[in-house]
Every structure is written in C-alpha cells, then in structure tokens.
C-alpha cells in the first residue's frame, strides 16, 4: 500500500536539505524493520520547502505467536499429575481452556503456560506513533525555535501531509495535525491541493509549479541549458558544485539568460566564472573553453515574461566584473616577489608562524623532494614557485574570491614572465581539494601541494591540535586524501617516512609533541586515509589489511602490493597458500630461541625446505627490487611444495631442543620473507583448519 509524507516548512537551506532527506529515508527504514513491516521502493523526494517520503507498506505487522507463561509447573501441577488451582485460576484469567496450557521450561525452569497468535498491528496506527519521534529526531547544522514551541528545527514547519493507501494518517505534531492537504508554490500558485495518492500529489503539485522529486528538476535544467545555448553552439563551464546546490534551492527552476560587456572578456575565464558563481550564482557560458559574453541562471518562477530577473543579474554582475577588471589591473601592478614581505603579516596558525615561515619550509621541502626524485633540472623553478606561492593571499582579487588563491598567483605569475614551470605549479598547488578532484596535471603542481599538504598536517597534528568526527577546520583530512592520492597517481617513489621527519624538523622549533609520538600519530592517519581510497577502488577489506601490514613508507609500493594479491586471489594456489602461511604464524608464536644454522639440518624435507628458500629469497629480492610484486608473489608460492613435505614429514616441535630451535628459525626465515610482500595471515578463506 503507498504511503506518503510530507513536511511543508519555509524555505531551507540547500544542505540542510540534502541531509534531512538521507536522515528521514534511513530513520523510516529503521522503524520499519524494528517494526516487522515490509516494505519496497522506499525513496525521499523534496525542494527547499518540502520533505517528502513514499514508499509502498504492507498493511500490518506480520501475526506471531506468542508465548504466555503463567505458574510454576511444581505449583501449578499436582503429584498426580492433575491441575492445581493456580493453573486453572491461571486459565480463567487468560480464557483459555486448561487442556490447552503445557509445560514450558525456560532458563528459569519450568513454568505452565500456552501459546496463542497474536494479531499484527496496522500499518497506520505504528506511523501514527512513530512519526512524530521520526520528525523530532531530526539533525541540522542549525537549529532554531519558531513560535512559542520548545521545540527545535532548522526552519518553521507549515504543514504536514500523511497518506496511507490514499487515506490521511491521524497524526498531531507539535500542534500540527496531519491532513491530505498541501499548497503550491509559494509565490506563483500557493493554492490549497487536496490529493489522494502519489500520482496525484506529484500531477497536482506540477500544475502549481512545483516538481518534488530532485531528478526531475535537474532533467529540467539540463534541457533548458541545452536549448538556450543551442544556438550558440556552445556549453555552460563546468560547476557540478553550484548546479547541485541550486537544484536544492528552487521548486521551480527557470533557466535565465543574460549578457556583458565584451569588455570584460579580457579577463581570465576563472575570474569571471567566480564572479558569476559568488553571490549571483551564475554559470558562465563557453564555446571552445573559451569565454562567451553570456551566462545563465536558475530562477524559481514558470516564467520571466518582462525578462526583469535576467536584467536584474546583468546590472548586477557588470559591478561585480567591473570590480574585478580593477583588481586585476591593480594587482598586475605589482611584481609578486616585492609582495613577499607583506605573507610575514598573514598568519597561518598562532603556534606555526605566518604564511612567511609557512612559504620558506615549502621550499627547503620541495628541493628535498625533488632532489629524492631526482629532478635537478626543475629544483630552482619549484623552489621559486614554493617561494611565491602564498602571495597571491595579499592580492585584492583573492580578498575579494578566496577561492580563487593559488590559481590566482599561477596566473599573476604567467603575464608577469615567470616560467610556465613556475606559474603553472602554483596554479595547481592546490590540487586535489577533495577525493574527487584530479591530482595537478604538471610534477611540478603535483609536487609543491605534496610539499603544501604535509607541512599542514605536520604542523598542526604537531601543535596538538586533534580533529573530530565534525572538526577539520584546517582540512587535514582532505589534506591527507590529497598527498596520497598525488603520491599514487603520479607514482612517486618516496619514504613516507623520511617526508614526515624532513616536516617534522623544518618545523621542529614550533612543535609541542615529540617528534617519534607526531611522526606515529601522522602514519596512523595516513593509512586511515589510504585505507579508504583502497575501499572506495572497491578492494576486498582482507587484501587492504593484508597489504597495509606489510607498510606504508612506500605508497606505490603498498598499492602495488594491494594489486598483485587481488590479481591473484583467483589462483588455484592462493587459498593453500594462505593456510600454509597461517600455520607457519601459529607455530611462531614467539620469536625462535636461537640462530638458524643450516649444519643441523637433519632431515631430507628440511634441506630441501632451505635450498628452496634460498633461490626463491634471490629471486623475490631481485623482483621487489624491481617493483613487480605479482612476479615475486608467484615466486612466493613455489614454497608450498617444500613447506608441504616439510610439514608432512619432520617434526618441527622435536624433543631434540637443538633441532626443534633450529627449525623455528628456519620457520622465521620463511615469515619474515613472506611478510616483505605482505601479511598473507590477514587473508580470509574457507575452511580454515590446522
């Protein structure tokens, strides 16, 4: 049976409703479940002014049996094995026959009692109770009280809609008492509609200028987009960021043209485009990734028949462009390295100094790197581009659009000559501000915001300053999803670990924890965050484990590591393996009591074990050498055979203490190989027995 629900409030903001939506579809779930109501096409649907859930419901709890206790069988049964009057008061009181009561033991003992069905309770009547708990238990980054209520929630609540089957569901909430009734949009049509099912809800709602489900809305852009631009052959500049947040905010969306001045084409595409999306939430319009002297918006209105919504935006966006035509001119002005002096007035956090000190470790850091990777021909350029790299943060134009700091400086620093190796690491030395973003496209970008990244999650782990689950002010974990995901993708061969205690003593006069406690606290975070981007490739939880185990001082090692065992896991030796490796570990449970010393080898299968272990450990050495761990996995596996028979045939716990150590060691000898590649021990499989 279809069941629907809405929440009328006055206007929120677009995040808050991204995540009241994902909290009432997890939260209806839930109660479901708990409830024992089935349930199929569960969604939530809304608009800046309405939450809304469906889902098609059974009609009620599933019947169950229930068991009733009653007496004490010793009470309630006499010697004779007759009724006694505790069980017979016992059947009256439950009107139930008393041939019908039995004997139950419990973990009490054992008690008379019976067994009836107990009756599902109706679908309506659980939402009835439950919904009101639902609504109240509701998060938001802000809250506020409407009314003389006590009661919190981020904008006021106008009306509640609850159907079931196409009846309203008696439901009272915060004096508001739930009805089959809602209004149109607000502004255009804010008409009372009176609806009876979903199709009706939604049909009705249209025709008052109001499409409730998100997709729909988006369809609609996109297609207005398309058509407004077809005859320009051109495209609207990339902004999923600004489309998402605008399909949160309208009911209604109306696609808005309008123009500039060609005047103002002079200036950089990401300047205009910001100009555009700030404030005025604008998408610039491009043909050939080249600027038009046109943009689009997102109004929430059926029509702009006058064209005063596009006419208001362009008196408004030709100030703002004017603005930044000033500040573009004004800051080209100035040469970048005369503002140097000015970052020692910027601060970057109270315990670590300006932006000054933050500038001169990035270049003493990034000529540490380039040197570890051997770049002696762009080391001068990245260290005058880790030098100049802040100074953009004292431009008008990045007081003006933040976000524009870094792409700013690379450009500034291009028209005023620096070298594109320069001007282009600083442009990207941002890069990737999220998990999603691309890494910078030059090693240059890619190895300065490397440098960036570090020296922020260094300094600040550094000073004692700890983040929470909703506390990242300096962004360290976005920081350390960056650095990994630069040092993967760009496959750097560097030391995780002698990048952390280069930061670490760059900085050291600034610390409050000790060096070896900040350099752990910094690894654990680190694999924290490679562990996820290893969950989200879609890698098995056992093979991450198995190859973080081994270490992660070198990234592109880890991963390689991750790669052979997953290309592996199908082979018919794998899971043999993994319970060969698995025994070898339970059997050394404590380090061997002596050296291996291949002159007591005794038995046939224990030589054989140890010649076999030698020219594999060679070869492994070579491939690891080489970064081809699928090659030296295979290799790995050639030890089963000895590892077999030796198992098989020598007694490795024997009462000859000097053989019994002796094999240990060789045993050990055998892990710590093994464990180069990884921790095979982490690996599930079936069947595991010893």
């Given at each position: 049976?279809?069941?629907?629900?809405?929440?009328?409030?006055?206007?929120?903001?677009?995040?808050?409703?991204?995540?009241?939506?994902?909290?009432?579809?997890?939260?209806?779930?839930?109660?479901?479940?708990?409830?024992?109501?089935?349930?199929?096409?569960?969604?939530?649907?809304?608009?800046?002014?309405?939450?809304?859930?469906?889902?098609?419901?059974?009609?009620?709890?599933?019947?169950?049996?229930?068991?009733?206790?009653?007496?004490?069988?010793?009470?309630?049964?006499?010697?004779?094995?007759?009724?006694?009057?505790?069980?017979?008061?016992?059947?009256?009181?439950?009107?139930?026959?008393?041939?019908?009561?039995?004997?139950?033991?419990?973990?009490?003992?054992?008690?008379?009692?019976?067994?009836?069905?107990?009756?599902?309770?109706?679908?309506?009547?659980?939402?009835?109770?439950?919904?009101?708990?639902?609504?109240?238990?509701?998060?938001?980054?802000?809250?506020?009280?409407?009314?003389?209520?006590?009661?919190?929630?981020?904008?006021?609540?106008?009306?509640?809609?609850?159907?079931?089957?196409?009846?309203?569901?008696?439901?009272?909430?915060?004096?508001?008492?739930?009805?089959?009734?809602?209004?149109?949009?607000?502004?255009?049509?804010?008409?009372?509609?009176?609806?009876?099912?979903?199709?009706?809800?939604?049909?009705?709602?249209?025709?008052?200028?109001?499409?409730?489900?998100?997709?729909?809305?988006?369809?609609?852009?996109?297609?207005?987009?398309?058509?407004?631009?077809?005859?320009?052959?051109?495209?609207?500049?990339?902004?999923?960021?600004?489309?998402?947040?605008?399909?949160?905010?309208?009911?209604?969306?109306?696609?808005i043209m309008g123009s500039f001045p060609e005047?103002?084409?002079?200036?950089?595409?990401?300047?205009?485009?910001?100009?555009?999306?700030?404030?005025?939430?604008?998408?610039?319009?491009?043909?050939?990734?080249?600027?038009?002297?046109?943009?689009?918006?997102?109004?929430?209105?059926?029509?702009?028949?006058?064209?005063?919504?596009?006419?208001?935006?362009?008196?408004?966006?030709?100030?703002?462009?004017?603005?930044?035509?000033?500040?573009?001119?004004?800051?080209?002005?100035?040469?970048?390295?005369?503002?140097?002096?000015?970052?020692?007035?910027?601060?970057?956090?109270?315990?670590?100094?300006?932006?000054?000190?933050?500038?001169?470790?990035?270049?003493k850091l990034v000529a540490y790197i380039a040197?570890?990777?051997?770049?002696?021909?762009?080391?001068?350029?990245?260290?005058?581009?880790?030098?100049?790299?802040?100074?953009?943060?004292?431009?008008?134009?990045?007081?003006?659009?933040?976000?524009?700091?870094?792409?700013?400086?690379?450009?500034?620093?291009?028209?005023?000559?620096?070298?594109?190796?320069?001007?282009?690491?600083?442009?990207?030395?941002?890069?990737?501000?999220?998990?999603?973003?691309?890494?910078?496209?030059?090693?240059?970008?890619?190895?300065?915001?490397?440098?960036?990244?570090?020296?922020?999650?260094?300094?600040?782990?550094?000073?004692?300053?700890?983040?929470?689950?909703?506390?990242?002010?300096?962004?360290?974990?976005?920081?350390?999803?960056?650095?990994?995901?630069?040092?993967?993708?760009?496959?750097?061969?560097?030391?995780?670990?002698?990048?952390?205690?280069?930061?670490?003593?760059?900085?050291?006069?600034?610390?409050?924890?000790?060096?070896?406690?900040?350099?752990?606290?910094?690894?654990?975070?680190?694999?924290?965050?490679?562990?996820?981007?290893?969950?989200?490739?879609?890698?098995?939880?056992?093979?991450?484990?198995?190859?973080?185990?081994?270490?992660?001082?070198?990234?592109?090692?880890?991963?390689?590591?991750?790669?052979?065992?997953?290309?592996?896991?199908?082979?018919?030796?794998?899971?043999?393996?993994?319970?060969?490796?698995?025994?070898?570990?339970?059997?050394?449970?404590?380090?061997?009591?002596?050296?291996?010393?291949?002159?007591?080898?005794?038995?046939?299968?224990?030589?054989?074990?140890?010649?076999?272990?030698?020219?594999?450990?060679?070869?492994?050495?070579?491939?690891?050498?080489?970064?081809?761990?699928?090659?030296?996995?295979?290799?790995?596996?050639?030890?089963?055979?000895?590892?077999?028979?030796?198992?098989?045939?020598?007694?490795?716990?024997?009462?000859?203490?000097?053989?019994?150590?002796?094999?240990?060691?060789?045993?050990?000898?055998?892990?710590?190989?093994?464990?180069?590649?990884a921790d095979y021990s982490q690996i599930v499989?079936?069947?595991?027995?010893?």
């Open positions: 049976m279809e069941f629907l629900l809405e929440i009328m409030t006055e206007e929120l903001p677009s995040s808050h409703v991204r995540s009241a939506l994902s909290q009432l579809q997890e939260k209806f779930s839930r109660e479901l479940e708990a409830a024992r109501i089935g349930y199929h096409n569960l969604r939530a649907l809304g608009t800046c002014r309405r939450l809304v859930v469906v889902a098609d419901l059974e009609p009620a709890q599933p019947d169950e049996e229930e068991l009733v206790t009653g007496p004490p069988r010793q009470v309630a049964i006499k010697p004779d094995g007759s009724y006694g009057p505790a069980a017979l008061g016992f059947a009256r009181s439950q009107g139930v026959a008393v041939e019908k009561l039995e004997v139950i033991k419990t973990a009490k003992g054992e008690y008379l009692g019976f067994r009836r069905l107990k009756k599902g309770r109706p679908t309506a009547e659980i939402i009835a109770e439950k919904l009101p708990e639902i609504i109240a238990a509701l998060n938001f980054p802000k809250s506020m009280r409407w009314g003389e209520r006590t009661f919190r929630f981020s904008r006021p609540i106008k009306n509640l809609l609850c159907l079931f089957n196409g009846q309203a569901i008696s439901v009272e909430f915060e004096g508001l008492k739930a009805t089959n009734r809602t209004r149109g949009h607000f502004v255009h049509s804010p008409e009372v509609i009176e609806v009876n099912s979903l199709a009706d809800y939604e049909r009705q709602l249209k025709e008052h200028f109001v499409l409730v489900d998100p997709e729909e809305r988006k369809k609609s852009i996109l297609a207005q987009f398309q058509k407004k631009l077809s005859s320009l052959q051109a495209e609207v500049y990339p902004d999923e960021g600004l489309l998402e947040r605008l399909l949160w905010n309208v009911e209604y969306p109306l696609v005047k103002y084409l002079e200036l950089p595409i990401e300047v205009l485009a910001t100009a555009m999306r700030e404030g005025q939430k604008l998408f610039s319009v491009v043909k050939n990734k080249r600027q038009l002297p046109y943009f689009l918006g997102i109004a929430d209105a059926p029509t702009d028949p006058r064209g005063y919504i596009a006419s208001g935006n362009e008196r408004v966006l030709k100030a703002r462009l004017e603005d930044a035509r000033f500040f573009w001119e004004n800051d080209l002005k100035v040469v970048l390295s005369s503002r140097l002096p000015l970052l020692s007035q910027v601060v970057f956090q109270e315990n670590l100094g300006s932006y000054a000190d933050k500038a001169d470790r990035l270049e040197d570890r990777l051997e770049l002696k021909a762009q080391k001068r350029e990245l260290m005058e581009a880790a030098r100049l790299c802040k100074v953009d943060l004292v431009t008008e134009m990045v007081r003006e659009f933040p976000e524009l700091q870094g792409r700013m400086g690379g450009l500034y620093s291009r028209r005023q000559g620096y070298s594109e190796t320069v001007s282009r690491a600083i442009y990207e030395h941002y890069l990737p501000e999220g998990l999603e973003d691309p890494v910078p496209s030059t090693t240059g970008g890619a190895i300065l915001s490397l440098a960036d990244k570090l020296d922020t999650i260094v300094g600040v782990f550094g000073v004692g300053i700890s983040i929470s689950g909703s506390s990242d002010p300096f962004g360290l974990r976005r920081n350390a999803f960056g650095l990994c995901k630069i040092i993967l993708e760009k496959k750097f061969h560097l030391s995780l670990y002698r990048l952390l205690e280069k930061a670490i003593a760059l900085l050291s006069p600034r610390l409050t924890v000790p060096a070896e406690r900040l350099k752990s606290i910094c690894l654990e975070f680190f694999e924290g965050r490679i562990r996820f981007i290893f969950e989200k490739q879609g890698y098995r939880y056992d093979l991450i484990n198995a190859a973080l185990a081994a270490g992660i001082e070198y990234l592109d090692q880890t991963e390689a590591r991750l790669k052979a065992l997953n290309g592996l896991k199908q082979s018919p030796d794998f899971e043999q393996f993994i319970l060969m490796v698995k025994r070898v570990k339970n059997i050394l449970k404590e380090p061997p009591r002596a050296r291996f010393n291949s002159s007591l080898l005794k038995d046939k299968e224990e030589k054989e074990l140890y010649s076999a272990l030698k020219i594999i450990t060679k070869n492994v050495e070579e491939m690891l050498n080489k970064g081809d761990f699928v090659s030296a996995q295979k290799m790995i596996f050639r030890l089963r055979g000895p590892l077999n028979n030796f198992f098989d045939r020598v007694l490795v716990m024997s009462e000859n203490k000097k053989l019994r150590n002796n094999r240990l060691a060789m045993l050990a000898q055998i892990l710590a190989l093994i464990s180069k590649l499989v079936e069947n595991e027995k010893f």
